[in-house]
């Protein structure tokens, strides 16, 4: 092996590596039944955390303008509790949240399609707790969705 590809595989990783030797995995939701591209394909992970950007924002916003009235030291705990309820009560109803929704993406449910609220509670919280939402499988889902048995796809 020439030392030029030996770290090549290094740097891309053992997934790259291991596809170079012949293993197939397949594309990104796959193992769950979902299709490849368009409505219904796993969301990518830019897409997710621009809508997590835009709820972030406006709870933010929220907490700042009728909850703290500027007070900027409780405004981020504020802010939690208000993300807190607006996912809880958006995803256990309507399957996604205002930033969800501006970027075409949608919460479901494995097994029924739809997230019923004690689902939307275990997510919510472990996404508030922010780990679980960081260490991911090899789909791209978070380990809050794969806890509730969820998935986010597109619209």
Not at 22 to 44: I, K, M, N, T, V
Not at 46 to 64: H, K, M, P, S
Request: glycine share 14%; aromatic share 8%.
């Amino acid at each position: 092996m020439d030392k030029r590809q030996a770290i090549g595989s290094w740097l891309s990783g053992p997934r790259a590596a291991m596809e170079d030797a012949g293993a197939d995995f397949g594309y990104r939701g796959e193992q769950l039944g979902l299709p490849e591209h368009g409505p219904g394909s796993l969301a990518r992970p830019g897409r997710r955390l621009g809508a997590l950007a835009v709820d972030w924002g406006l709870c933010l916003l929220i907490a700042y303008g009728l909850i703290t009235d500027g007070y900027g030291q409780a405004t981020g705990n504020w802010a939690l509790l208000v993300f807190f309820l607006m996912s809880l009560l958006t995803v256990g109803t309507i399957g996604f949240t205002p930033g969800k929704r501006l970027l075409g993406l949608r919460v479901v449910a494995l097994d029924t399609g739809t997230v019923h609220p004690g689902r939307a509670l275990a997510r919510t919280v472990l996404l508030c707790l922010a780990v679980p939402a960081l260490v991911w499988d090899r789909d791209g889902r978070g380990l809050h969705d794969r806890l509730a048995r969820t998935v986010e796809v597109r619209i």
